[in-house]
């Protein structure tokens, strides 16, 4: 998934639900970021692989083919990508995979459905703390 385009996007997306990837590509396009959006894990895995990092990525748990554990475990390999800032969402809000997910190297989780205002809060601190 070779991105041809001027610039580098902001944040990357990955999440295979149409309503939640529509209504938080809105949310940072309302805040001048620039996205890319991947529908499954491995269109995550394959952006990953041949574009320069983005400054966060978005993860959802929960995705066919390569679940969220599984891209950021291949982020913290990736030495580009090792440093990029990851945030997981899920409706998954049991205690296991909160802790699998910082284990994997997520720096935040945020669960399903999520407050819009915190949403973009946690979203900027974790922009400002990887500037």
């Known amino acids: 998934m ?3 385009s001027p610039y580098t996007p902001d944040v990357l997306i990955c ?4 309503h939640f990837s ?3 590509d809105f949310i940072l396009r309302r805040e001048s970021l ?3 959006l991947a529908k ?3 269109q995550a895995a394959d952006y990953i692989n041949d574009n320069p990092p983005t400054r966060l990525v978005i993860l959802d748990v929960m995705m066919p083919f390569l679940d969220g554990f599984q891209i950021a475990r291949q982020l913290r390999n990736d030495p580009r990508w090792r440093n990029v800032p990851v945030i997981m969402l899920s409706a998954k809000s049991n205690e296991k995979d909160i802790v699998k997910a910082f284990d994997e190297g997520a720096n935040d989780y945020i669960i399903k459905p999520f407050q819009p ?3 973009i809060a946690r979203l900027k601190y974790q922009l400002r703390q990887s500037a």
């Open 15 to 18: 999440e295979d639900d149409d």
């Open 34 to 36: 620039r996205v890319v």
């Open 2 to 4: 070779k991105v041809l």
């Open 40 to 42: 499954d894990g491995q």
């Open 117 to 119: 205002t915190e949403f």
């Open 22 to 24: 529509h209504m938080i």
